[in-house]
């Protein structure tokens, strides 16, 4: 499958130039926070975001979740694009295939602020089903884009619009569609970061992925979207292939992963089935590595077991921070541009690399020849996917 445009918001900034130079340069996106309340953490806020509001026919959709993919939906001529693909196949021949974990929430939670004191009514201007609902986003995106095709989100914890790929590419298989607009958004709201507090998971600064003192994730939000389309015979120069996909449900604790790393090489070895390719064949890896000590380590167990020791890879939150829901599309969209800048990103936070972690991490980015990435996406629940991208010709 040819990922024929791209498009990113995220705490770096908006667009592919200014996601690529925070790539090579290191430049994180972590702030201490700004939002919902005194919590001693950092997030990865969308700045753009100040302002910026749904009008016209799509106000009801107004909410933060929505806001942030109508962002991603403006950058990088990614609406053009869609149009030009619209005309190609019609629009009931282009399927949407989202994920988000958070959707809404944040409208419901402005709504229970301001609730009528004698009743408890929520406000008149409160709206469901086009905000809160999880199935909001895919409305959303359907409209703004004109599309009448198969609709569908998943949610499914941290891997969830990383398995938005696999749902793609099987409808395109199935005949059910000739593209699809793949992708999703997650935002910041007070419901994950006390909800991650309360799990004692939030780190008290800039997340530290696979170091030796981390103690936790940075919360970040996000959206990305990208066009599937089948493969052609006139391959684009500088583009990039779906080559596979694998996912797994270990089911071993639901927010802890089996400490063996067990589901996560599962998937990464059925993404490699997938793609006809062995663990040599990749070039380097975007690990999930959130900076917990219990992820990372059961992450790096996993990767030493399947790739051993000498295979490049890094964590890439330590610029956009753990972007939950999101997180599958930020590090497809940010693999494929190591793939297009001939990158192999650093860790940006991370100082010194846990001596009982044993995969070759790296701190620093540098140009490198990268033709093929995997990028690993796990969730709570043991929910875990694996993508390889690798670059058309």
């Known amino acids: 499958m040819l990922l024929s445009h791209l498009s990113i918001v995220s705490g770096v900034g908006a667009g592919l130039d200014t996601t690529s130079e925070a790539l090579k340069s290191g430049r994180s996106g972590l702030r201490p926070r700004s939002f919902a309340g005194a919590l001693d953490t950092w997030v990865g806020e969308v700045a753009e975001l100040e302002g910026f509001h749904l009008e016209g026919d799509l106000a009801p959709f107004d909410c933060r979740n929505n806001r942030l993919a109508a962002l991603a939906l403006a950058q990088d001529g990614f609406a053009a694009a869609v149009e030009a693909a619209r005309e190609k196949y019609g629009p009931d021949r282009i399927g949407i ?60 914890a941290c891997a969830t619009t990383a398995k938005a790929f696999g749902n793609a590419a099987r409808m395109i298989a199935a005949g059910l569609c000739d593209a699809a607009i793949v992708g999703g958004a997650d935002s910041l709201c007070a419901t994950t970061l006390y909800g991650f507090r309360s799990l004692g998971l939030l780190s008290s600064g800039p997340c530290r992925p696979f170091d030796a003192t981390r103690d936790g994730i940075s919360i970040g939000e996000a959206a990305g979207f990208a066009i599937v389309e089948k493969v052609g015979t006139d391959l684009p120069e500088n583009g990039v292939l779906l080559r596979g996909f694998g996912e797994s449900s270990d089911g071993h604790h639901m927010s802890t992963p089996d400490p063996e790393g067990v589901g996560a090489r599962l998937a990464m070895e059925r993404a490699l089935s997938s793609a006809g390719l062995a663990p040599h064949d990749i070039d380097y890896i975007n690990v999930h590595g959130t900076a917990t000590l219990v992820g990372d380590a059961a992450e790096d167990r996993a990767l030493v077991a399947l790739f051993g020791q000498q295979k490049p890879c890094s964590s890439t939150k330590g610029l956009t921070g753990h972007t939950l829901g999101a997180a599958g599309i930020v590090e497809v969209v940010i693999s494929a541009l190591a793939i297009l800048n001939h990158l192999m990103p650093g860790s940006a936070n991370t100082q010194q690399i846990d001596p009982a972690l044993r995969s070759r991490y790296l701190l620093t980015s540098s140009g490198a020849a990268v033709d093929r990435v995997m990028s690993n996406s796990f969730g709570f629940g043991g929910s875990n996917c694996s993508l390889i991208l690798e670059r058309a010709r």
Do not use: C, K, Q, W
């Not at 201007?125 to 999880?134: L, Q, S, V």
């Open 97 to 156: 295939f989202l994920g988000t974990s958070t959707s809404g929430i944040e409208a419901t939670e402005l709504a229970y602020l301001h609730r009528e004191p004698e009743t408890g009514a929520f406000p008149s201007d409160f709206r469901y089903a086009e905000t809160h609902n999880t199935f909001s986003l895919a409305l959303f995106v359907s409209n703004a884009l004109r599309l009448t095709g198969p609709a569908m989100v998943v949610s499914a």
